[in-house]
C-alpha cells in the first residue's frame, strides 16, 4: 500500500510564498509522474501543475511564472513553491502520484488535501 501525506498549508497575504510539500510510503518501486491539483468548494478539481514520466512539466496559464514545481527523488517527495499568491489561489491543494509497486502494478495515489487561504 501506498501513500501521499502533504504538508505545508494554511494563511498566506496577498504577494506572499508558500511551499507545500506530498511524502509517499509504502511499498514503491518507482514513481511515473506526479502532480498538484486544486479544488474549490462547488468547482471540480483542476490541474495547477505535474512532471510527467519524462520529467517535462506543465504549469496551468494561471500560475505560470508564480508556482514552481519540483522533486526529491531521495526522499520521494513532491514540492510546490508558491510566489506572489493572489486571492483566487485559495482552494484546497491535493498532490497525486502515479507510482509502480513491486509488481508493477501502477497505482494513481492522491493525498488527503491541504489547505491554502490567500488572504489579508
Known amino acids: 500500500q501506498v501513500q501521499l501525506v502533504e504538508s505545508g498549508g494554511g494563511l498566506v497575504q496577498p504577494g506572499g510564498s508558500l511551499r507545500l510539500s506530498c511524502t509517499a510510503s509504502?511499498?514503491?518501486?518507482?514513481?511515473?509522474?506526479m502532480g498538484w491539483n486544486r479544488q474549490v468548494p462547488g468547482k471540480q478539481r483542476d490541474l495547477v501543475a505535474a512532471?510527467?514520466?519524462?520529467?517535462?512539466?506543465n504549469y496551468a496559464d494561471s500560475v505560470k511564472g508564480r508556482f514552481t514545481i519540483s522533486r526529491d527523488n531521495a526522499k520521494n517527495t513532491l514540492y510546490l513553491q508558491m510566489n506572489s499568491v493572489e486571492p483566487e489561489d485559495t482552494a484546497t491543494y491535493y498532490c497525486?502520484?502515479?507510482?509502480?509497486?513491486?509488481?508493477?502494478?501502477?497505482?494513481?495515489?492522491w493525498g488527503q488535501g491541504t489547505l491554502v487561504t490567500v488572504s489579508s
Open positions: 509504502g511499498n514503491i518501486a518507482s514513481i511515473v509522474g
Open positions: 512532471i510527467g514520466s519524462d520529467g517535462t512539466i
Open positions: 497525486y502520484m502515479n507510482v509502480r509497486d513491486p509488481t508493477y502494478r501502477l497505482l494513481e495515489v
